[in-house]
């Protein structure tokens, strides 16, 4: 009878390599373990059962906190627009909050811009971006330049 275990727990961990969870695993090493108790008590197919569900049972709620520890990732991602906050640029075009005109240039693209408290930042002067609102870039002048103006 031990055969039957050996090709259930093989079956498991086929079906687990095939899989993106991380619960199939624990029937196989449940299988395993009746399998052992099979060779003890080759008779016992209750027993064998009964090896096997508590196992596999046991194996799947202690061990849940101690795999999400690890397979769990941020699923926040930076993307499109977002990927450029904390990014520094160069103003390629004076920003002006008063006739509502700016251009920075961040990581090869030409973004539109303001300024987060208002000012003035001069043509050429270094930006970090603070963030993103609809289109535009909320910029400020990088703490290398001293050349801001305001209002």
């Known amino acids: 009878m031990w055969h039957i275990w050996l090709i259930i727990a093989g079956v498991c961990f086929i079906i687990e390599i095939m899989t993106v969870g991380f619960l199939v695993f624990w029937f196989g090493i449940g299988a395993l373990l009746a399998m052992v108790v099979s ?3 080759p008779g016992n197919w ?3 059962s009964t ?3 508590i196992s596999s049972t046991l194996l799947i709620f202690l061990t849940k906190p101690f795999v999400e520890k690890f397979t769990k990732k941020d699923k926040s991602v930076a993307t499109n627009a977002y990927s450029i906050i904390g990014k520094k640029g ?3 075009q004076d920003i002006n909050p008063t006739h509502d005109v700016g251009q920075v240039k961040i990581a090869g693209e030409v973004w539109s811009a303001k300024t987060s408290d208002g000012s003035f930042i001069e043509k050429g002067s270094q930006i970090i971006v603070t963030n993103i609102e609809g289109v535009k870039a909320i910029v400020e ?3 290398s330049n001293s050349t801001v103006v305001t209002k």
């Open 39 to 41: 060779l003890l008590f």
């Open 46 to 48: 209750f027993l064998q």
């Open 90 to 92: 160069i103003a390629t």
């Open 141 to 143: 002048l990088s703490t």
């Open 51 to 53: 090896v096997f569900i």
